[in-house]
Structures are given as C-alpha cells and as structure tokens.
C-alpha cells in the first residue's frame, strides 16, 4: 500500500529557510506541490533555493524576514500573501543557541535566544494565525479555511541539557506556546503542533562530530548516531498534511530516542 500527500494549491511560509533544516523543510515542502515562500535574513542563500526548487518544477518565492523586529514580520507575511496567495502552511523553524554556562550568561544572551526562539516564533505565528482566523471567520479573503501551523521546537525542550540551558528553556517554552495556539485556535480550524528534532546533521554543526567531544556524545546517543534533514521529512508531511484534521496540540519527539 502507498500513500501520496498532495499540497498542491496550498501555500508554506517556511521560517530560517536560508540553511539546515529549514531548506530541506522547503524542498520537501515544494516537491509535494505546496507554493513556498523562503524567509530568512540572508537574501542571496534563498535566492539560490528558490533557484533550485525552480529547477526541479516547483514554485518559491524570496521575502526578508528578520523574526526580531515586529515590523519585519508583519511586512514579510504581508508580502508573502501579496505574491503568493494566502498562507496555508506555516514551518516557524527560526532559531539559534549559545554554548554557556548558566552563570556566564549576560543579559543580551538571554534576549538573543529569546527573542529568536520564543519571542520571534510567537510573533510569526501570531501574525499569520490571525489571517487563518480571519479567513475562517470570513472576514478575509482565501478560500481554504484552516491551516496548519508546525512550531520546530528540540529535544532540548523536553530534556535538559548542560551548556545550552537558556535554548532549552526557550525550546520548552514554544511547546507550551504550540499547545496554547492549538487549544485557543483549533476552533477555527488550525492544527498547531510542534516537532522536536534531537541531534541533526547540518552545515553549522557538522564540523562538530567529528570532533573528540562529537564523537563522545555520539557514543552517549542510543544508537549512536546523529540524523540527517531528511530524517524529518516524514513527520513534517504528517503534520501538514489535508488528512491531518485529528492531530492539533502533538509534540512529537524526531530524536532517535534520546529523550527518552
């Protein structure tokens, strides 16, 4: 037995889409048929995937989007809606980490992971609900009412980890965020739910396991290994799916058992 999930028709605002996860995100994404809007900070990389998925037959498009600055993401989703139709599909994926104990931690760290992860996410997400909301109530336009909202959170928010203490509480803080979207907006028909990937491949990390203090913590993993992007790939469709209306308010653990 197969089975093809379609997005053809629907659109995908995907967050932090100028590297790692949040490129395979929107390659996945777009290979289903789903219009993507690329967003991030670093135009040129996402004028680069919008290259690519052009060249494998899907469709992007390239909005700036700095998820600290109010103003940007309101303009940016405005944007996205202008040239690509009303935002169906949102992956809310920005994010970044220090490496710190808790008591070097200054007061413009903590605003740097904050801002990113929690405030920023909360703020995207905000900004594109109301306009599913508003859809669903008929107070804006776009025919399909609904939506889906993925908030990309870790396993670091469900597990605490030394040296990153200020991330996992940023991380465990946007699963609470995704549970209270689902349960305030769910009668509108928006299934909010959360991912929370455990150690994955990317270019920024990469470098690291093959380090002696990668490798150990490789060999603390439960099947010591890390993942790949991809690895993601199929809870990320569950979750987006149209046939996905009984799933709202999930935080599903990708982490190859390491939170366990």
């Known amino acids: 037995m197969s089975y093809n999930i379609d997005l053809s028709g629907r659109v995908a605002?995907?967050?932090?889409?100028?590297?790692?996860?949040?490129t395979q995100f929107a390659k996945t994404l777009a290979k289903a048929g789903a219009g993507v809007v690329l967003a991030g900070r670093r135009i040129e990389r996402l004028k680069s995937l919008r290259a690519e998925i052009?060249?494998?037959?899907?469709?992007?498009?390239?909005?700036?989007?700095d998820v600290t600055d109010h103003d940007s993401i309101k303009a940016a989703v405005a944007h996205a809606e202008t040239e690509m139709g009303t935002i169906d599909i949102l992956i809310n994926n920005s994010g970044v980490s220090t490496t710190q104990k808790l008591t070097d931690i200054a007061p413009e760290d903590y605003d740097y992971i904050f801002d990113t992860n929690t405030k920023g996410a909360f703020f995207v997400a905000q900004e594109v609900g109301k306009r599913m909301i508003g859809r669903a109530k008929g107070s804006a336009p776009g025919t399909f009412t609904g939506g889906r909202i993925v908030n990309i959170a870790s396993m670091a928010g469900l597990k605490v980890l030394g040296q990153i203490g200020v991330y996992c509480m940023s991380k465990a803080a946007v699963i609470h965020m995704t549970r209270s979207m689902a349960l305030e907006w769910g009668k509108f028909g928006i299934n909010v739910n959360a991912i929370c990937p455990g150690y994955i491949d990317t270019e920024i990390n990469h470098h690291h396991w093959k380090t002696e203090q990668g490798k150990k913590l490789i060999d603390m993993l439960p099947r010591k290994r890390v993942g790949q992007p991809k690895d993601l790939d199929a809870v990320l469709m569950m979750l987006c799916a149209n046939e996905s209306n009984f799933i709202n308010g999930a935080v599903i653990q990708a982490d190859d058992g390491f939170a366990l």
């Not at 052009?54 to 989007?65: W, Y």
């Open 54 to 65: 052009e060249a494998d037959g899907g469709d992007a498009h390239v909005v700036t989007l």
């Open 13 to 22: 605002l995907v967050t932090g889409a100028s590297s790692g996860l949040g």
